[in-house]
Structure formats: structure tokens, C-alpha cells
């Protein structure tokens, strides 16, 4: 597949190695893109884990707005160094946002979270009523 640019016609898997497998070569995965997000269902509640090494508590966002969970991290590090004569200084900045739209069975209010290892997780307790029931005998008369 070819995309227009300007007046030049060049071939999408140039777009695709360019923003795909350089940044996660020679940058490292997390600093090209969002991180991976599991999405577990339990009987009591669903738990959103996001791996985020590097990352400490203090560097995420948790919002709910409008039936929307917005997760999200912007850091940025400096690190310099003189040392006779030379200089070093370094930039090191990632960011990112993951949103996900909650439906009638989340218990909005009880919503946590929690950093471990590296891994976010965010719990989502589920309402009464949206629990599992245990099955119930019914008598015949």
C-alpha cells in the first residue's frame, strides 16, 4: 500500500518500521507506546493491570468522568552530569493515556487501585445485583 505524502509516494511499511520496530529496538517498547493492559473478570470484580516498570505511584493519573476511566502517566527526567571537560545531559520523556468506557455493573464509588512490582492494577468492584447468584432450587407444588 502506498500513502501520498507532499508531492512523494511512499510505501506504508516505511511508516511501519519507522514508528513500530525502531522505537522498540533501540528505545525500549514502553517508550514508543501505550503498555500492555490486561483486563481480568473475577467473580466480585474486574482488575485492569497495566505493566509500567520504571514507573512509581506518583507518576499515574486515575480519572472517572462520565462513565469513562482514564488512565494516564507524563514523566520526565533530566540527568546531568559535568565531569572535567565534558558534559553530559540527558532528556528521558514518556507518556501516555488508556480510557476505558465503565458499564451499569461497575460500583463506581468503590473503584481503587494499587502499584506493585511494576504493574498498576486498578479494581473494579462489581454492583450487588451484577454479582453471580448461586443457583437456586425452585419446589414444585
Given amino acids: 500500500m502506498l500513502v501520498k505524502s507532499n508531492n ?7 511508516d511501519d518500521f519507522f ?18 493492559v490486561n483486563i481480568i473478570e473475577e467473580d ?4 485492569i493491570d497495566i505493566a509500567v516498570p520504571g514507573l512509581e505511584k506518583g507518576d499515574f493519573a486515575i480519572n472517572l468522568e462520565d462513565d469513562v476511566l482514564s ?16 558534559t553530559r545531559h540527558e ?9 476505558f468506557r465503565l458499564n451499569d455493573s461497575i460500583d463506581q464509588s468503590k473503584i ?3 502499584h506493585r512490582e511494576g504493574i498498576l492494577s486498578v ?15 425452585i419446589t414444585i407444588s
Avoid at 466480585?44 to 482488575?47: S, V, Y
Avoid at 479494581?123 to 432450587?137: H, N, Y
Wanted: glycine share 4%; charged share 30%.
Fill in 8 to 14: 512523494y509516494t511512499v510505501p506504508t511499511f516505511w
Fill in 71 to 86: 488512565i494516564s502517566s507524563e514523566r520526565e527526567k533530566e540527568n546531568k552530569e559535568e565531569n572535567g571537560r565534558y
Fill in 112 to 114: 481503587n487501585a494499587k
Fill in 19 to 36: 514508528n513500530d520496530v525502531v522505537p522498540s529496538r533501540y528505545y525500549g517498547r514502553n517508550y514508543a507506546s501505550t503498555p500492555a
Fill in 123 to 137: 479494581i473494579l468492584p462489581k454492583k450487588k445485583e451484577a454479582l453471580k447468584q448461586a443457583p437456586k432450587q
Fill in 91 to 99: 532528556f528521558n520523556y514518556g507518556a501516555f493515556c488508556r480510557s
Fill in 44 to 47: 466480585k470484580e474486574f482488575r
